[in-house]
């Protein structure tokens, strides 16, 4: 009967839907997983999903934060519609407005946001009743295809309001060219682009997707990674470099309604591309630098940048690349495995990597980095997300002693995490009658076994880490940094011993597969 009635108010509401309001429950509303606000590689089915896409640059965090806060102090105002569209389902989906009925979704139910902002949306849930944003009032559109138009006014860069990044609105033009095959009368319709424009957008997407690829990342930083990944990379400066015509004949780049075409050498190119994007980032390698690749010196100066740059070759050989000093150098070393400074002994080879880092498995005890590369945590701790970073890229069978005593400052860490989170840093303090940092790591663990952690397999690894006769203990994890023996710093060993703790850093800090 309910349902009935739904069905015909929305019938109702089809004409001039977007000048109409109607009422509908929050928590029955439908985040939008291809929002192109969040990386469409990953999937996204929890609210914490979606909370960690939207928080996932500082910047977004700090405005989704202040959104939070301002419905709970102020409550929801409806200004600016949310639009929510009937899928297949019979499910209402929120197309434009996703942020703000996320905020409400969490604040009604906080211990389903992230870990590493749950203490926050805690806080903040305080100021407003969850009866005060059950409901809300929604634009009710008859399907997606009349949502489309709005998404695009609402982001586009001559609107008023709150735009996509230059990335996230390529995005959504992308995404409009595979949904309609690349029909462009229609996505010439909806957008108001030409063709011309369109087909720009799509080798625009294309050239930062080069980015992506292994033999630019190599050379990045932990951060620099993240950028690249992030809607913020700087798109305007990347299409003015790769839109200039002496960039194209210097690097052999062609063009082809929406297609690219490297005419160079590939590894050069991508070596090249990289240091670009480094250059651009502010990288310390580029320090004694007087000018600066931006949208002000693109394409004035690109004859400068490109003496500065590594030269990029048009041989065949696969390994030619050449520095602008003309040294070739890709190729050099592997990745993990750093040129052998003078002095310096050589691993034995019954400890080398037993397989490429891209064909790393998890759960592999001869993989090569501690930390597959497709996992990731939820964390608020800088030092966690660097430590968790550089586990990713670190050779274990290169540096063994350094990858174990990081593994006891990364559990130690982890569990405070936690405590913070969770806000329990006076009761830990309380039980020891003493502050909370002069209370060791075990009696921390032994506090979240009894009376805080929940997940079986988590408490089995607290109970094994506190069994000093057991091999993978917190006693083994204490020598590393106090004590003196060596036999347990194999790299086989630390990687069983990172995957023994894998399910309670799953609760710790959220660790988990992409």
Excluded at 178 to 188: G, T
Excluded at 205 to 234: C, F, G, N, W
Excluded at 454 to 475: F, G, M, P, T, Y
Aim: aromatic share 10%.
């Amino acid at each position: 009967m309910i349902e009935e009635k739904i069905l015909i108010e929305e019938k109702n509401t089809n004409e001039n839907w977007w000048e109409k309001r109607v009422t509908r429950s929050v928590d029955q509303l439908k985040l939008w997983a291809q929002n192109p606000r969040i990386d469409p590689s990953e999937e996204h089915v929890k609210l914490t999903d979606f909370a960690e896409a939207f928080i996932e640059d500082n910047s977004d965090k700090k405005q989704f934060l202040a959104l939070v806060k301002s419905i709970a102090t102020k409550g929801f105002i409806s200004f600016e519609p949310v639009i929510v569209w009937r899928n297949e389902k019979g499910k209402h989906v929120v197309a434009e407005g996703n942020r703000r009925v996320l905020a409400m979704k969490l604040l009604r139910d906080p211990e389903k946001a992230p870990r590493s902002i749950r203490r926050y949306i805690r806080e903040q849930s305080h100021f407003i009743s969850r009866d005060d944003i059950e409901k809300i009032k929604v634009c009710l559109a008859p399907d997606f295809e009349s949502c489309e138009w709005y998404i695009l006014q609402r982001h586009s860069s001559s609107s008023l309001q709150n735009t996509w990044e230059r990335l996230q609105q390529q995005r959504w033009i992308e995404a409009m060219c595979e949904k309609y095959n690349n029909d462009f009368d229609i996505i010439r319709e909806k957008t108001g682009f030409a063709r011309g424009e369109i087909e720009k957008t799509l080798r625009y997407v294309k050239i930062r997707d080069l980015a992506t690829r292994h033999e630019v990342l190599t050379q990045m930083t932990p951060e620099e990674k993240e950028l690249i990944y992030s809607h913020r990379i700087p798109m305007t400066i990347i299409e003015r470099w790769f839109d200039s015509a002496d960039v194209k004949e210097a690097w052999g780049i062609e063009y082809a309604e929406s297609d690219i075409k490297i005419t160079s050498n590939e590894k050069s190119f991508l070596y090249a591309y990289g240091k670009l994007l480094k250059w651009i980032f502010n990288s310390v390698e580029f320090s004694d630098q007087t000018i600066k690749p931006n949208t002000r010196s693109i394409p004035e100066k690109n004859k400068e940048f490109l003496a500065i740059l590594p030269t990029v070759s048009f041989s065949k050989d696969e390994n030619a690349t050449q520095t602008a000093e003309g040294q070739g150098e890709y190729g050099a070393k592997k990745e993990g495995e750093p040129k052998q400074q003078e002095g310096e002994t050589k691993p034995s080879n019954t400890d080398k990597p037993t397989a490429s880092p891209t064909k790393i498995l998890n759960k592999n005890p001869g993989r090569n980095q501690m930390v597959v590369k497709n996992w990731k945590i939820d964390v608020s701790s800088s030092k966690l997300k660097a430590m968790f970073y550089e586990f990713k890229y670190l050779p274990v069978w290169k540096y063994p002693n350094t990858t174990a005593a990081s593994l006891r400052v990364f559990l130690d860490l982890s569990v405070d995490e936690f405590i913070s989170c969770e806000d329990l840093k006076g009761r830990v303090a309380k039980e020891h009658k003493k502050g909370y940092h002069e209370v060791t790591l075990a009696q921390r663990l032994r506090f979240l076994v009894e009376t805080e952690i929940k997940d079986a397999a988590a408490n089995k690894v607290i109970r094994k880490l506190l069994q000093n006769d057991n091999e993978h203990s917190l006693d083994t994890l204490n020598n590393y940094i106090h004590g003196a023996e060596t036999h347990k710093v194999e790299r086989r060993f630390l990687n069983g011993f990172w995957d023994m703790m894998t399910p309670l850093f799953a609760v710790l800090i959220s660790l988990k597969e992409k």
